[in-house]
């Protein structure tokens, strides 16, 4: 009969530590299915997201950890993934909801919000993105999505779908370049209509596209359901700079975590290998210390992400080994740490 016992395994893997939330495996409740079988081992890892980025860090250490216990011969380690679900989300099927803002327009929020859905869908994630951008639509065509499917009479409205996200805009109820000259009490029925009778089903991140600056939509979105946290998005020059310090500001009256700010058009990157800094640089790194959280981000100039904005095409699928598609998954795996982070406390 074989010495290992599942609790010397537990105790072995209380000294594995999950980088991200600085707790061990055992304490954070990841440790699953534990089996032994003479010198063989084996167990579950149960992640809090599957766009984590240090996955195979996490089982190395759990192998190695398992491994070091006497008359251990072989370790089994499977890795799965449970999204943690903010508690104070109602009446949704959505376990987090995260908000793309910038101060202005212009500085690329919604090809991070198309990029950051589709990222983590491809991690495998389950993924709704809602465009609240009323007065510019764009996630239809950079979603290369055209129209909602027919809503069955008496049901939700269906949402449309494109790389495994599932995705809701104005866009397809308006004219192509028709203008929407909305008041307040408009905007807000159509942030609350997104919401609630939108057939959304289960989600582990709603990914929301915000208008920019910080008017009715905003305030609308808060009022109808809590968020989970926010992502700002800016670009190095000072005055995007200032206008996205009125971003924070609003989330932080808002009371919404903001988990952390992206740098877009950071860099144009040459053949030599240098990075040309277009339009200047530190305005991310400032705008971050401001808000006090992480510069998650830093993503560069890469015509593939304009090329794939343009043609429906996200560049996290259409070209993946590009810069820009790999800072875009680099960016993806960051929000879903600090969500997990910001859950659990």
Not at 160 to 170: F, L, N, Q, R, T
Not at 219 to 239: A, C, D, E, F, K
Request: charged share 20%; glycine share 10%; proline share 6%.
């Amino acid at each position: 009969m074989s010495d290992v016992s599942k609790d010397l395994v537990i105790t072995a893997l209380r000294q594995v530590q999950d980088p991200e939330l600085r707790k061990d495996l055992v304490t954070l409740n990841m440790i699953k299915d534990v089996e032994i079988d003479k010198s063989e081992v084996s167990f579950t890892i149960e992640l809090t997201t599957p766009a984590c980025p240090l996955r195979q860090q996490i089982q190395r250490d759990a192998e190695n950890a398992v491994l070091a216990i006497d008359g251990v011969e072989s370790v089994n380690v499977t890795m799965s993934a449970r999204v943690p679900e903010d508690k104070k989300i109602k009446d949704l099927t959505i376990k987090n909801i995260i908000a793309i803002g910038s101060g202005k327009g212009g500085v690329g929020k919604s090809t991070i919000a198309v990029n950051l859905a589709v990222a983590l869908a491809e991690c495998g994630a389950k993924v709704g993105l809602m465009d609240a951008d009323i007065y510019g639509p764009n996630v239809p065509m950079m979603m290369g999505v055209q129209a909602l499917p027919p809503t069955p009479q008496g049901k939700k409205i269906q949402t449309a779908e494109a790389y495994g996200v599932k995705v809701m805009s104005i866009g397809f109820m308006v004219t192509a370049g028709q203008p929407l000259i909305w008041r307040g009490p408009m905007l807000h029925s159509a942030i609350k209509q997104f919401l609630m009778d939108v057939d959304w089903g289960e989600l582990d991140y709603l990914i929301v596209d915000l208008p920019p600056g910080t008017g009715d939509v905003q305030l609308s979105l808060v009022q109808t359901v809590p968020l989970s946290g926010g992502v700002i998005v800016t670009m190095p020059q000072q005055v995007s700079l200032d206008d996205a310090a009125r971003a924070v500001s609003m989330f932080k009256k808002m009371e919404v975590p903001i988990l952390g700010v992206v740098e877009n058009m950071s860099y144009l990157p040459m053949e030599d290998g240098t990075l040309r800094r277009i339009f200047g640089e530190g305005g991310g790194e400032e705008l971050a210390r401001i808000a006090g959280a992480p510069l998650l981000a830093n993503v560069p100039i890469d015509e593939n992400i304009r090329i794939g904005g343009d043609r429906g095409d996200p560049v996290v699928v259409a070209e993946p080994e590009s810069p820009g598609a790999k800072a875009m998954n680099a960016l993806a795996q960051s929000v879903a740490a600090r969500m997990s982070i910001e859950i659990r406390g």
